[in-house]
């Protein structure tokens, strides 16, 4: 498996790092850390596991680059730092007190292949993250934000080429947002939320069962619903600190529990969630035509 950190002009955007295929590699396993500028993730229509740009100079940032095969997985860790990057307890403080700068126009693109199976897991600090999944193959994905915006979707409307086992995502004062999440054929999703923000766009017809497990602390968690046709089975542990907004379609059937009329214990491709809020909200809002 060829390996380059190059710096590859293309106007003001270098190339900094390639992973070659392997056929020896059957699945790629790929960790990226990211503490602050703006990332973007897309497809590729090439056969790279990696091909990684920036508009930044080397000497501005620290880089951590890792690649290593284990059987018929490679794992690639890529770590990138801003020499002079606010750290997380700064971070918080400037989201508390509204001081926080913006992290300008910093930037990495990402480009993976759709011809391998990827593991993906995502960790940002701060900045902003766009994160284009269309027609590639995710077996697993963990999106991790401590105070990031991460958008993700399918923006051309190609579902992930194999099922997803689950997808987690953490949230500790950013935002994630999920739109067309029936695309990613999972069947587990599971959201941790701090006091940050996180959207999930149901909306469509899901094709299989799904397990959505929720836990909110201090912040927001909104999910969008498809029709009324779709078996809905919601459970939820609250407390009097937080709130909890249904909608008109979801029926209380017992304490904390609420299901549509379309819903029964054998309902096929039912969307059922698990849900635990302290001081938070969960925002329930309906498909809207």
């Not at 790279?48 to 880089?63: A, F, G, K, R, V």
């Not at 149901?202 to 078996?231: C, F, H, W, Y």
Request: aromatic letters at 8%; charged letters at 20%.
């Amino acid at each position: 498996m060829g390996v380059a950190l190059a710096s590859l002009s293309f106007g003001q955007i270098k190339k900094q790092f390639t992973v070659e295929d392997n056929n020896a590699c059957e699945s790629i396993r790929l960790k990226l850390k990211a503490n602050s500028g703006n990332c973007f993730i897309k497809p590729s229509e090439g056969t790279d596991i990696l091909n990684m740009y920036s508009n930044q100079e080397p000497e501005s940032y620290s880089h951590q680059f890792v690649k290593e095969i284990k059987g018929k997985t490679c794992t690639v860790f890529v770590a990138v730092e801003e020499s002079s990057s606010t750290g997380f307890s700064q971070t918080i403080s400037s989201k508390v007190f509204g001081s926080e700068k913006p992290a300008g126009e910093k930037f990495w693109k990402i480009y993976l292949t759709d011809e391998k199976p990827y593991s993906l897991e995502l960790n940002y600090g701060i900045g902003n993250s766009n994160i284009d999944l269309s027609g590639i193959a995710v077996k697993t994905l963990r999106i991790t934000s401590a105070s990031a915006n991460v958008n993700v979707g399918y923006p051309t409307g190609l579902e992930n080429k194999v099922a997803m086992d689950t997808f987690y995502i953490k949230v500790d004062l950013g935002s994630v947002n999920v739109r067309d999440l029936n695309l990613a054929r999972t069947s587990h999703v599971v959201a941790d939320v701090g006091f940050g923000n996180v959207m999930l766009d149901l909306s469509s017809k899901p094709t299989t069962t799904n397990t959505i497990r929720g836990s909110v602390a201090a912040g927001n968690l909104t999910i969008l619903l498809p029709d009324a046709e779709t078996p809905v089975f919601v459970k939820i542990k609250d407390s009097w600190l937080c709130s909890v907004r249904m909608v008109g379609g979801l029926k209380k059937i017992g304490e904390g529990t609420f299901a549509s009329d379309s819903y029964t214990k054998d309902a096929p491709n039912a969307l059922l969630f698990d849900l635990d809020v302290s001081m938070g909200n969960i925002i329930f809002k309906e498909k809207k035509n």
